[in-house]
């Protein structure tokens, strides 16, 4: 495992915006953001793919989230606008060497990713 270090989240309300950051101890192929809420399955988020420098977006976050990179830093940012009570959760970083992990992907899988930060709380409210 690598070690991820997170910044960021908070509350805020409906429309509001809120940016998360990721630090990595070294580069790493595939970085993402997963969220989960109580009684529900990790959801992945957003990811991006270092060798093209490809994001991924799950459908219900389109338009509204933005993921970036920072390659002297380490760091990923996700940068999430227009958020809306349904997007609040418990926020993780995660990574992986494995282009197969975010690369081409459908969906994000958690269990593609071997490396994982120690999340942070995202509340938002209507």
């Known amino acids: 495992q690598v070690l991820l270090v997170e910044s960021g989240g908070g509350s805020v309300q409906a429309g509001g915006s809120l940016r998360l950051s990721c630090t990595a101890a070294?580069?790493?192929?595939?970085m993402g953001w997963f969220r989960q809420t109580p009684g529900k399955e990790r959801e992945g988020v957003a990811g991006?793919?270092?060798?093209?420098?490809?994001?991924y977006y799950a459908d219900s976050v389109k338009g509204r989230f933005s993921i970036s990179i920072d390659d002297t830093k380490k760091t990923i940012y996700l940068q999430m606008d227009s958020l809306r009570p349904e997007d609040t959760g418990m926020y993780y970083c995660?990574?992986?060497?494995?282009?197969?992990?975010?690369?081409?992907?459908?969906?994000?899988?958690?269990?593609?990713?071997?490396?994982w930060g120690q999340g942070t709380q995202v509340t938002v409210s209507s």
């Open positions: 991006f793919y270092q060798p093209t420098r490809s994001p």
């Open positions: 070294r580069y790493m192929t595939c």
């Open positions: 995660a990574a992986d060497d494995r282009s197969s992990s975010c690369r081409l992907v459908s969906v994000l899988q958690s269990h593609d990713f071997a490396s």
